[in-house]
């Protein structure tokens, strides 16, 4: 998800469940009964085909399956004012404490609340919490030199705020993405250099808007350190797409990574830089 995720109601069958998007006041918002329906049946039958969307969205959620009946989707023990969105009826449903009754969405006033998400799922408060950002918010942008990173800011200033009014006293870690998107890949039609400028615009807006906040308890950690740009992807080796040229009739070919930029042979090190921080910095 990316940050707009957060900012948004999920509602629909493969639309994961976003929990940090809530209404205000003394509502909790549970997600949709057709995702949770979809939750209960891939975890019931994981072998099945399904599509990437399903189980994808789907799979983190499945321990959490037990809480919502197998065939309506609603929670099984609901509580006064907890709400869902009834996908049959194509309605928001408030429970009153008896019954579900149908509302609307503008009824309510909506916002990231990290401490209401803590409180619903009976979670502990963490106290670091790192944020570790992917490619998705800004690599295609069209155009490097006119990225506009006010409204990412300001989600960015406003999740910050939240998970500090909810853990005064916790650390928040911002972690720089990759700033290579590896190189050609003619597979999916990414203009690579361009996406690499990209990625290197959004971290100098990190450091440069975020930097030196400490005393904030604010700490920027850089996870795209670790990514190598040419040994952290995975390669073709079809010839249609490695020739050096079309027409080229030698042995040679070029690399040419397979997929989207996904650093999948660096995965296992993205992590160091932030281990290496929670180490310093934990029980402090």
């Known amino acids: 998800m990316d940050i707009g995720g957060y900012f948004n109601v999920t509602n629909q069958r493969t639309q994961a469940y976003n929990g940090f998007w809530q ?95 803590l409180s619903m799922w009976n979670l502990e408060s963490p106290e670091i919490l790192a944020e570790f950002l992917g490619l998705n918010d800004f690599r295609s942008a069209l ?15 406003k999740v910050m705020a939240s998970y500090h009014k909810a853990v005064p006293s916790g650390r928040f870690v911002l972690m720089i993405p990759s700033s290579s998107c590896g190189i050609l890949d003619n597979v999916a039609g990414d203009f690579t250099t361009k996406h690499n400028a990209c990625m290197w615009e959004l971290r100098r807006n990190i450091i440069e808007k975020f930097d030196h906040r400490e005393d904030e308890n604010i700490h920027i950690v850089d996870g795209g350190i670790a990514i190598d740009n040419l040994n952290g992807t995975w390669f073709r080796a079809d010839p249609t797409y490695t020739l050096p040229y079309s027409g080229y009739k030698g042995d040679g070919r070029i690399a040419v990574q397979f997929g989207n930029p996904h650093p999948f042979p660096n995965y296992p090190t993205m992590g160091v830089s932030l281990a290496a921080f929670i180490q310093k910095y934990r029980h402090q």
């Open 23 to 117: 209404p205000e006041g003394k509502y909790r918002y549970w997600g949709a009964t057709a995702f949770w329906n979809l939750v209960k049946e891939v975890s019931s039958d994981p072998e099945r085909k399904w599509s990437f969307g399903e189980k994808y969205n789907s799979s983190r959620y499945h321990p959490h399956a037990v809480l919502f009946d197998a065939t309506t989707g609603y929670k099984i023990n609901p509580a006064k004012n907890d709400l869902m969105y009834d996908n049959a009826l194509e309605s928001y449903m408030l429970y009153n404490g008896s019954k579900w009754k149908k509302v609307a969405y503008q009824d309510f006033v909506w916002d990231f609340d990290y401490s209401k998400y």
């Open 143 to 157: 155009d490097p030199t006119a990225i506009d990173f006010s409204e990412w800011n300001a989600r960015m200033e």
